[in-house]
């Protein structure tokens, strides 16, 4: 049995519909599967809906390279606002990164973040808001949110498409998923 499952849960945002599929997440059971790489309409939905949620005062946004690097790229574009990327990887490139370990994730894999130097020294004395696709358990989130206090910045909020879980963190976000189907 494949773990993409036929069985979809239907989303609109603005005036986009897509049945997500699910798949079988460890001991979770069957989430629903958010992508916005290579779906440019959803993406874009996503972030003319979300572009008045962004928290007043926030100077630059912080994502992760995955699936909220598209949707963080039409964020800054609408917005005029700046955005970094952590990396899950080390690339040969980086300059004094930040590295910043993610204590658990949902999909049950340990990660580690990087930051390249450069891109940390801009988030410095700046008000960040951290942008993602979705926020389960939060501990991307706050990986990120040590990544901005470890550069000299201040997280403005958390934001994201779509909640899927019982995170504790004051997140800002379109739409509840459910935890598992």
């Not at 700046?82 to 994730?105: C, D, F, G, N, W």
């Amino acid at each position: 049995m494949s773990q993409l499952d036929k069985t979809a849960l239907s989303v609109t945002v603005g005036d986009v519909t897509r049945e997500l599929p699910t798949v079988r997440v460890g001991s979770v059971g069957r989430v629903p599967l958010v992508e916005f790489i290579g779906d440019s309409a959803f993406t874009n939905a996503a972030a003319e809906a979300m572009l008045p949620l962004i928290p007043e005062g926030t100077e630059v946004l912080l994502t992760v390279v995955t699936n909220a690097l598209p949707l963080a790229h039409e964020l800054s574009d609408r917005s005029g606002l700046p955005y970094e990327v952590a990396r899950k990887k080390r690339r040969t490139y980086m300059q004094a990164p930040l590295i910043q370990e993610v204590p658990s994730m949902t999909l049950g894999v340990s990660e580690t973040l990087w930051l390249d130097g450069p891109h940390a020294a801009r988030l410095k004395d700046k008000r960040v808001t951290i942008v993602q696709d979705v926020v389960a358990s939060g501990g991307t989130a706050q990986a990120l949110a040590r990544l901005v206090e470890r550069a000299g910045g201040t997280v403005a909020g958390y934001l994201a498409a779509f909640k899927q879980g019982n995170s504790q963190l004051p997140l800002i976000y379109l739409q509840e998923l459910p935890q598992s189907i």
